[in-house]
Nanobody, 121 residues
Framework: QVSLVESGGGLVQAGDSLRLSCVTS?????MGWFRQAPGKEREFVAA????????HYPGSTKGRFTISRDVYKRTLYLQMNSLKPEDTAVYYC?????????????????WGQGTQVTVSS
């Protein structure tokens, strides 16, 4: 069983930056970040293939968010810049045994407990 522990969430103002971290107990094929706002479905934010660092973003975060990993520290990061109130959500770290960078949450095998990000206007 792979454990994931997120940190770095908080309350910021619009336009600010924030970096989330996720420490994993074991290395997997790929990892991703998702977010879920109240009353909404879980949304794909970014994904990365651990062996070569290949990344994938949806249109809503591309150019503002950057996913990265430190394989030696077994840590995943999400750098979020130019934050907007609509970025407010619980952010989840996820790990997949697959090497494919999936956008679908059901393709991820392991999940963290989530960290709250709140962006005020």
């Amino acid at each position: 069983q792979v454990s994931l522990v997120e940190s770095g969430g908080g309350l910021v103002q619009a336009g600010d930056s924030l970096r989330l971290s996720c420490v994993t107990s074991e290395r997997t094929g790929s990892m991703g970040w998702f977010r879920q706002a109240p009353g909404k479905e879980r949304e794909f934010v970014a994904a990365i293939r651990l062996r070569d660092g290949t990344t994938h973003y949806p249109g809503s975060t591309k150019g503002r968010f950057t996913i990265s990993r430190d394989v030696y520290k077994r840590t995943l990061y999400l750098q979020m810049n130019s934050l907007k109130p609509e970025d407010t959500a619980v952010y989840y770290c996820a790990a997949s045994n697959s090497l494919i960078l999936h956008e679908t949450s059901s393709m991820y095998n392991y999940w963290g407990q989530g960290t709250q990000v709140t962006v005020s206007s």
